[in-house]
């Protein structure tokens, strides 16, 4: 088990809704990586937050957005959800300002009907 | 997109045989890090091999890396059941001055009792 949990576990929403997911990251780490995994396949990366600041983003679009807070928490929150957005979504925490392991959550399982 | 591919897509054997897993990936990379996933939940680290390194151990784990050929093998000796679950390879090519994972496809162990 890593220091690293996501809430809720599962979820299932309406196309067109909005969902916020968490993250609370491992002690003493000060990045946050968000994936979206679809199944069958790998994780894709989606952003990363570095001290608050989102540090790098991968190809999704702007209704994917994310917070990180003072202690290093994380939410991503998505609008307008749509159907292929029913993916597992992972959090990863690591220690930034150089190369080093990520730590995953669990995931949420978002469903979108 | 994926920069990683692994081969191959799933690979089944008995408990005390060998499992070997490729990724092949496409750009340069700072490292390469090998992931495990049970059932769809959360990704655990593995061991993870820089890109001036040719081999590593870990237990009953070996990684090598060939930057030549842009490609990375997984041996897992002496297999158990417990080790059935999915695998991942994960390039980290630091871009535009932060570092994040590009995941392949992963390959699908199963180790029969």
């Known amino acids: 088990e890593t220091g690293v949990t996501q809430s809720p576990t599962h979820l299932i929403k309406t196309r067109g809704q909005q969902v916020t997911l968490r993250c609370s990251s491992q002690s003493g780490h000060n990045t946050v990586s968000w994936y979206q995994q679809a199944l069958g396949q790998g994780p894709q990366f989606i952003f990363q937050?570095?001290?608050?600041?989102?540090?790098g983003r991968g190809n999704f679009p702007p209704r994917f957005s994310g917070l990180q807070f003072p202690n290093y928490s994380s939410e991503l929150n998505v609008n307008a959800l749509e159907l292929d957005d029913s993916a597992l979504y992972l959090c990863?925490?690591?220690?930034?300002?150089?190369?080093?392991?990520?730590?995953f959550g669990q995931g949420t399982r978002l469903t979108v009907v | 997109s994926q920069q990683g591919e692994e081969d191959p897509q799933a690979l089944s054997i008995q408990e005390g045989e060998n499992a070997t897993m490729n990724c092949s990936y496409k750009?340069?990379?700072?490292?390469l890090q090998w992931y495990r996933q049970n059932s769809g939940r959360g990704l655990v680290h593995l061991i993870l091999?820089?890109?001036?390194?040719r081999e590593k151990h870990s237990g009953r784990l070996r990684v090598t890396l060939d930057t030549s050929k842009k490609s990375s093998s997984l041996l897992i000796t002496a297999s158990r059941a417990a080790d059935t679950a999915s695998y991942f390879c994960?390039?980290?090519?630091?871009?535009?001055?932060?570092?994040?994972?590009?995941f392949g496809k992963g390959t699908m162990l199963l180790v029969s009792p």
């Open positions: 937050y570095y001290r608050e600041e989102e540090n």
């Open positions: 091999i820089r890109s001036n390194e």
């Open positions: 994960a390039t980290d090519a630091e871009d535009s001055g932060y570092s994040t994972l590009t």
């Open positions: 990863a925490s690591s220690l930034g300002g150089g190369v080093t392991e990520a730590f």
């Open positions: 750009t340069s990379i700072n490292n």
